[in-house]
């Protein structure tokens, strides 16, 4: 994600505290900070608030590029992973069978 992105996300997320805090208490944080909500400083804010949100649609809309790998991944499965194969127990030999070249009788050095 770019910083242009990132800033524009920052920004929404203290548009929506403030919407919150307005909601639930009936106060503007943004016009409390910046002296009213007439206030050059404050109609700043919410017009960089607006244009954030707008450019956080591109965000919603754009899929993201690891959930895109992550498609492209899971639709083909490896299967030949240390996981996907399971040892063939049944094919081990008897040990008591001398003609295994395999089987060792005497001591482990």
Partial sequence: MGIIRRIALALVIIGA??????????F????AIFGGQDAALSRL???LVGLS??????LL???DEET????????NP????EFGEEPDFTKEKNPE???DPNNHQGPLM
């Fill in 68 to 75: 895109a790998t992550d498609r492209r991944r899971f639709t």
């Fill in 28 to 31: 503007d944080l943004v016009a």
């Fill in 45 to 47: 804010i919410y017009a």
């Fill in 78 to 81: 490896n299967l030949n992973t």
């Fill in 61 to 63: 809309l754009k899929p």
């Fill in 97 to 99: 069978n001398k003609s």
């Fill in 17 to 26: 505290i403030n919407w919150g805090l307005i909601g639930f208490f009936n």
């Fill in 53 to 58: 949100g707008l450019v956080c649609i591109g």
